[in-house]
């Protein structure tokens, strides 16, 4: 079943083009993965220093393993002079479709 990733990132004062630069190359490790099936990137347009990361992946297991690979841990690491408090990292499942049932 699909995992979905959501993470709300705020960038420290001066650090938005910096903080860009690693969530783009964090976008691509994703997309390069065979379990990621989305991966995007946005910016708030009104707060530039407020970034929202939306994926989609195969199982919650491989979502897991990619928070764990070496690159994502390296932006983990860097991560602490870039953003201005943790990473707001949610987890949701894709609920199947279910028909809608109306009292009558």
Sequence with gaps: ????????????PGREPWL???L???VALSR???DCQLANLH???EDPALWLLYENWTT????????????????V????SL????????????LPREPIELAA
């Design 83 to 94: 953003l201005e408090s943790d990473v707001g990292l949610r987890g949701f499942r894709l």
């Design 43 to 45: 910016r708030s347009e």
């Design 1 to 12: 079943m699909t995992a979905t990733n959501i993470a709300f990132l705020r960038a420290r």
């Design 32 to 34: 390069g993965n065979p």
């Design 24 to 26: 783009h190359a964090l």
């Design 77 to 80: 690491s860097q991560s602490a």
């Design 60 to 75: 919650q297991e491989a979502l897991w393993r990619h928070l764990g690979s070496p690159g994502v841990q390296s932006f």
């Design 20 to 22: 860009g630069q690693a």
